[in-house]
């Protein structure tokens, strides 16, 4: 498979510490832990050494008890089965992670019918390094699941999610981490794209507590890039997500819930355009239930040190046709340049109460309107600067209007900008100073979207 620049720098990085490691702990076990090894060459009936490796990931997980390490060799894997990694309850996690600098690929087109790649349940578990693709269904898989970490994987090309937690029951997935993934090409059921069809998110958490996606790439989807449906205690922090279906970042009913310091842009490339305009940057609202899981509205909710340019909305509410408002809302910190609708969209709701709108720098582009909040009520705007359009219906105290001269650089390729909010560059009134997050690197053009079955 060829992969990009940015997908061979992470697993690079990856392995290297890896490989660090291996004189110190490597693929080696904690002391009375076991090592196990996996090789597109192995035979599940070996004993799992390094000279006589297993042949997939499902008979290692069987083997494996807490504090024991799966090492994955390098090379493609053609499983005709679902893996299943199965967690043994341990206080000490079970690691699965590439042998040294190997780069081990999971092609799941092999698996017949409509069948997840890999699936994680239990407790204590760790995936890493490790490219799935061709999935005729979700591409990595918690199920029920709690103290799970899926790091520096890359999955695309897949019929539905690329990383969906969920269980039959919300509120069961507990404490999992998504961090420093590549998540493109997924949400094919979806291609191309139609709005009159059903589409699943590319990372998606469904009724799950303690759920974050840190630093992860999630771009070119035909569905929602990162989308939080009924979670508690949840964020989604310092991603880099361009060019999905609908919205880039979306949080449908969430409770404690926080979107800070992401990385939210468009390209204008149209394949992902729903009704002709581009996602929407970051998105909260209130969908009728899925799953039988119940509604659970949105209460304390934080948008915060984002940056979201050329989308559809800046930041928006949306109701859909529930209602129920936002209770406790915290928009502050954000740089929002450029919407082809509107820079904030917030309906009003008679249910709205505790919105607060602060701190922010809000650039308008090309005559397009700066919001469109009509009659809302119990909102607190203060302290933002605007330019490029009328914003008197969230004008507040302390507003600047001013152009902060700020540039993006190629809206293809944009980089995250470092606003010093210093008094001497917008004010005495604007003194709040951006937090630095980690935004993953501008990934190469992806290839086109692979059809299940072409090599």
């Known amino acids: ?94 690691r699965f992670i590439p042998y040294e600098s190997e780069h081990p690929e999971f092609d799941a ?36 699941g709690s103290k799970i970490r899926i790091k520096d994987c890359i999955i695309h090309d897949c019929v539905e999610s690329g990383v969906l937690g969920t269980y039959t029951q919300p509120f069961i ?139 559809r909305y800046g930041i928006s509410y949306g109701k859909y046709g529930l209602g129920g408002g936002v209770q406790d809302l915290t928009v502050e910190n954000n740089t929002v340049i450029g919407a082809t609708q509107a820079l904030v969209h917030i309906p009003d709701d008679p249910s709205h109460s505790g919105l607060a709108f602060r701190n922010n720098v809000m650039v308008q582009k090309n005559g397009h309107q700066m919001t469109d909040t009509p009659g809302i009520r119990d909102l607190h705007a203060d302290h933002n600067m605007w330019f490029g359009g009328d914003a008197s219906a969230l004008r507040g105290k302390g507003d600047v209007i001013k152009d902060p001269q700020l540039s993006v650089g190629d809206k293809r390729r944009p980089q995250m900008l470092r606003i010093s909010r210093k008094k001497s560059a917008y004010g005495r009134e604007l003194g709040a100073r951006r937090i630095s997050y980690e935004i993953p690197p501008v990934p190469d053009a992806r290839p086109d979207e692979k059809k299940m079955g072409d090599s």
């Open 1 to 94: 498979m060829s992969r990009s620049t940015l997908s061979s720098n992470i697993i690079t990085k990856h392995c290297a510490g890896f490989a660090v490691g291996a004189v110190l702990f490597g693929c080696y076990a904690s002391v009375g832990a076991s090592t196990y090894y996996v090789s597109p060459s192995g035979d599940d009936h070996n004993g799992g050494s390094i000279n006589a490796p297993l042949a997939s990931l499902t008979e290692a997980s069987r083997r494996a008890m807490p504090g024991d390490t799966v090492c994955m060799r390098g090379g493609v894997y053609r499983w005709t089965q679902r893996q299943t990694l199965k967690a043994r309850n341990g206080a000490i996690p079970i």
């Open 109 to 144: 087109s092999g698996i017949q019918g409509k069948v997840d790649a890999v699936t994680i349940s239990g407790t204590g578990l760790s995936l890493s390094g490790l490219e799935v693709y061709n999935s005729r269904k979700n591409g990595i898989v918690v199920w029920g």
């Open 173 to 311: 997935v507990n404490d999992v981490t998504i961090d420093h993934c590549q998540v493109y090409h997924t949400a094919l059921v979806n291609f191309p794209a139609n709005p009159k069809n059903l589409w699943p998110p590319a990372i998606f958490a469904n009724g799950a507590v303690d759920f974050k996606v840190y630093s992860c790439t999630v771009d070119d989807n035909y569905g929602e890039g990162i989308d939080f449906d009924r979670c508690m205690n949840s964020s989604m922090q310092a991603n880099r997500v361009f060019d999905n279906y609908s919205v880039n970042l979306y949080l449908d009913n969430g409770v404690d819930c926080a979107i800070l310091g992401n990385l939210s842009y468009c390209t204008d490339n149209r394949k992902f355009f729903r009704d002709g305009q581009p996602a929407s940057g970051i998105q909260v609202a209130i969908e009728p239930h899925t799953l039988n899981f119940p509604t659970i509205g949105l209460h304390r909710i934080r948008i915060a040190d984002n940056m979201v340019t050329n989308c």
